[in-house]
């Protein structure tokens, strides 16, 4: 039985963290099976602090069970040592290894990489080209008492990830990307990770970009487990009917960016039905900084801007009948189901999902979607879903992150006229033929929930890494 540590920004409520948290499902169901010894690092992205002094989490952002399960696999002492300044971890002795986790690396490990993958050239980022990897290694020395799983920068601690990763017997970097090629810093980590042993992909559509590229790196199609809870929040459904009262409403959920197309997805449902009773909910946010009406002026002035090019026999609608309601507050999961229970479908025309996490979620309250014919999102969407045409245009108007975005990648440009069509076209099979709108619901459901579960998704893991 071999060691298996997972490492990935398992705490953090952002969609890597959720992606990270599927994989430790699967894992520790192979734990579970007596194939693996699972431990786990976790590296979190977010300036919150979700665990007190006790290791207990603090709100309920992370489920409760998997919450503890984390913390019980954990290879240190704590969940949120980065979070931490050094005279705080050195007080409460949070630098320590315990005999269980000295054992686990002593014997070797395996390494599943949940991390930006861009990340694995970062050693070798330097200036000069330079750096003294030695410093790095071994992250754990029982005679000479050395631990260098973490290190002191300034008066923080950090994770030895690269340490972590050169020291472990092989490596599996989880690869999850919008665009068609792989970008040239990820490319730079693989070619400075000698132990990579597979990359795992989110869908086949990141497969494909990385099989197509140039690195002699293989890759295979490891799904996100879902299985999520529907439970809903009663009184924000409640006002959620008063708005849509008995009419159609779609709704789409993301943070605001220009990768989202939340201009296209505003443009197209303007046009088609600014002369009926139709709701659009957005649960989006621009900045969690942000008061709640701050983001909604901001975001009614976009729509308003939207509004004033659209143009009907050459003169600017002077009243729509659609309405666009914005829900940017902090939402739990109970009330973000709400959204999802209060909608007859999904609507995106994001420029490029390597997964799409929400139209999973959506899924499961067996109701249809409408989205992009290109993108991870295909793994599990039924045939018969409402695909919009699109385009591969080079990539622009992303984030300045140098070695990742360029306009040498292309994403996913939705067309205007076919998302119209496709709102249409559910709109009308959802007031014409009612049962077969809920039958198609039911079917979108079952083809997801087959191939996203925790039975299938496991299955796929165990062959991903090795285990006959």
Request: proline letters at 4%; a negative charge.
């Amino acid at each position: 039985m071999k060691n298996v540590l997972l490492i990935g920004q398992l705490t953090d409520i952002s969609g890597y963290g959720s992606a990270a948290r599927s994989y430790f499902k699967s894992l520790l169901k192979l734990e579970e099976q007596g194939l693996i010894n699972l431990k786990i690092v976790n590296f979190s992205c977010e300036s919150v602090t979700r665990e007190d002094v006790d290791g207990n989490q603090i709100g309920t952002d992370i489920d409760p069970e998997i919450f503890q399960k984390l913390s019980a696999k954990n290879l240190l002492s704590r969940l949120y040592i980065t979070n931490m300044d050094i005279d705080e971890s050195i007080a409460s002795n949070n630098v320590e290894l315990s005999e269980d986790s000295l054992k686990f690396i002593e014997e070797g490990y395996e390494l599943v990489y949940f991390l930006i993958n861009a990340w694995l050239a970062s050693p070798w980022d330097s200036e000069d080209g330079s750096f003294p990897v030695e410093d790095l290694l071994p992250i754990s020395d029982r005679q000479n008492r050395e631990n260098k799983v973490l290190f002191k920068l300034g008066d923080r601690l950090l994770i030895n990830i690269y340490g972590i990763t050169l020291q472990a017997s092989r490596v599996y970097p989880c690869f999850v990307w919008e665009t068609d090629k792989v970008p040239d810093l990820c490319i730079k980590g693989y070619k400075h990770t000698p132990n990579i042993e597979n990359v795992l992909c989110a869908c086949e559509w990141n497969k494909n970009t990385l099989d197509d590229s140039s690195i002699e790196v293989s890759g295979v199609t490891v799904p996100y487990t879902i299985s999520p809870k529907t439970d809903y929040n009663v009184e924000l459904g409640q006002k959620l009917r008063e708005i849509k009262k008995e009419n159609f409403a779609m709704c789409s959920v993301a943070q605001w960016s220009h990768r989202k197309g939340f201009d296209i997805l505003i443009k197209s449902y303007l046009m088609e039905f600014y002369k009926e009773d139709v709701t659009l909910f957005l649960k989006t946010y621009a900045s969690i900084e942000e008061t709640t009406e701050a983001q909604n002026k901001y975001f009614a002035q976009i729509i308003d801007g939207i509004k004033s090019t659209i143009q009907h026999n050459g003169k600017v609608i002077p009243n729509y009948r659609c309405k666009i309601v914005i829900l940017s507050s902090i939402m739990s999961k109970e009330q973000i189901n709400s959204i999802y229970q209060n909608s007859d479908a999904y609507v995106t025309t994001t420029r490029g999902e390597g997964f799409g996490l929400p139209i999973a979620e959506f899924l499961h309250f067996e109701k249809p979607v409408i989205v992009p014919d290109k993108g991870g999102h295909l793994d599990f969407c039924h045939p018969n879903s409402f695909y919009i045409e699109s385009s591969y245009e080079p990539c622009f108007g992303m984030p300045n992150s140098p070695g990742l975005y360029s306009f040498e990648q292309n994403y996913v440009e939705c067309s205007i006229r076919s998302t119209r069509e496709q709102m249409r076209s559910c709109y009308n099979l959802y007031k014409d033929s009612p049962d077969n709108f809920s039958k198609l619901g039911k079917e979108s459901y079952e083809y997801c929930s087959s191939y996203l579960s925790i039975e299938n998704t496991t299955n796929i893991m165990k062959e991903a890494i090795g285990i006959s």
